[in-house]
């Protein structure tokens, strides 16, 4: 295959995705595609849809209509003679191990250290040897700041920094796309910045990441993109510069007044 | 203080009577809690009551040392710690399957495992006991066409009728706890165990039930030294435990007291060295959550003792 066909090809491609719960359907036909190393952020009022379509990435929510393809394959199905078959639980489980999420409220596994937090995905699921993913984790550990505290359980750290091992829980399993559902949201205003930071410098990796957040800045700074979403469908999308400082839709102009 | 032209007059007079309506202190004195006083004297008045009373009574004591360490009582007591164990063991194997029965997502198992509980919740455990035991004689035998065969009679045993009774009436508590378990652990963190890829059989294993542990334990615990006495009612289908060896011996010598006395004295230790086990299964599961509070005693002293962390 033509290796600029395999670049030009998005790592995240969600094709008219739909979502209901119930007869309420949150999700109206999402269409995105986010290209390896690019930084995507979902921007919007709440219940616009946007943490349903980041958990829909990883298949933590079925979608009822369409199709997201992660790095060229239909996650929760596996495609044969045009049939999408969906997939069991533990096929679903190895498609994850691609994806890395980070959770509004850290969802630090609550009995594990610091450093157990992040060896427990290479140890339990690559079957790492546990040396080895020690040394990961204290460099990982290391990487967002937080080497000194690899021995503290969950309880003993503030938000900001149990966030930051739940970045580097997800980081051990060498992702290629992270998600990160208001990572921000529940954290006291004086931690947000040294979790920004450490997803800034992820973006400056080269990290491909879908982000939903408020943070309004560090989108304009970070991201490549941003799209807004409304009411289940994504109503705006462009670079920063031209959504976040000449909106044209009507809703992301209020939004963008009332956070600004 | 009249007059109310002069301002730094005001002032200076003011300080004054603060000055004199508040001196400086010289001893702090603690709060005495001679409620506590009281209450602990009119306890230990009764209790020093009941173990004269009891000392008063007819009772042999020089003989339930003897009954303690006789053969039959110790026989009883292995058969006792047998039973208890094999039970406790058989409830929380079967709880722990009817528990995922019940929070499953296939509602025919779900079902199953609430009629189960209902049923076995339902009847008293004697009467459990006595329906296993004489099974024989509606049951003539016991089956699967084709792998195997066998007479109820000769099946029914003492002990498989006891283990019966006793352990699928337990296994009914242990699903409620062990299901009571699984609902205490966030959901966050099961979708975080999905999120690093893991299987929902690992994500139990890893995760759901290290964590429910926690809340599994001190009620499993509990049923244990309930398990240990409840035992005793297989003595009503001739099961060789405690109660039974009791029975056999003052049914010999009619020491009856002080035969019972011996079986209560080795229930004590049983229940004593399980609630030690208990405590130390609790602080193994919590590593995060241990501490080391001051003993009794010490806590006896301050409830009484007055006492205030200052200084004037």
Known sequence: ?260 | MSSRDDDAALTAASADAAVSAEPDPVEVVPLRHWGRWVAAAILVVLVAGIVFGLSRAQINYGNVPGFFSESVMLTGLVHTLELAIACQALGIVLGTILATMRVSANPVASWTAWAYIWIFRGVPVLLQLLLWYNLALVVKTIAIPGLFSFPTNEVMSPFVAALLGLGLNESAYMAEIVRAGFNSVDKGQIEAAYAIGMTPRKTLRRVILPQAMRVIIPPTGNDFINMLKETSLASVIAYLELVQAATNIYSRNLQVIEALLAAAAWYMILVTLASIGQHYIEQAFSPDRRTTGPGVLSRIQTSLRPSLNRSV
């Open chain 1, 1 to 260: 295959m033509n290796s600029s066909v395999e670049q030009r090809r998005p790592l995240l491609r969600a094709v008219n995705v739909h979502k209901r719960y119930g007869g309420r359907e949150v999700l109206r036909g999402i269409d995105l595609q986010v290209t390896s190393g690019e930084v995507v952020c979902l921007l919007g009022p709440s219940g616009g849809g946007k943490s349903t379509f980041l958990r829909c990435i990883n298949h933590l929510e079925r979608v009822d209509e369409g199709v997201i393809w992660v790095d060229g394959l239909p996650v929760g199905y596996r495609l044969t003679n045009g049939k999408l078959h969906e997939l069991h639980e533990r096929d679903v489980a190895v498609q994850r191990r691609s994806v890395g999420m980070v959770f509004q409220r850290f969802n630090l596994f609550a009995n594990r250290t610091a450093l157990e937090n992040v060896t427990e995905g290479p140890v339990s699921v690559l079957h790492m040897p546990k040396r080895e993913a020690e040394t990961l984790g204290r460099e990982l550990l290391s990487s967002v700041g937080l080497l000194e505290w690899a021995g503290n359980y969950p309880a003993q750290l503030s938000g900001g920094q149990q966030q930051r091992v739940a970045i580097a829980r997800a980081l051990a399993m060498k992702p290629k796309l992270m998600l990160f559902d208001e990572p921000t949201s529940a954290l006291d205003p004086e931690l947000v910045g040294e979790v920004l930071r450490v997803m800034r410098n992820l973006a400056e990796g080269g990290m491909t990441m879908v982000i939903v957040t408020h943070e309004v800045g560090f989108a304009r700074d970070v991201a490549q993109e941003v799209a807004f979403m409304f009411d289940g469908r994504i109503v705006e999308q462009g670079p920063p510069k031209d959504v976040l400082a000449h909106p044209e839709h009507q809703r992301t102009q209020q939004f963008l007044a009332s956070v600004l």
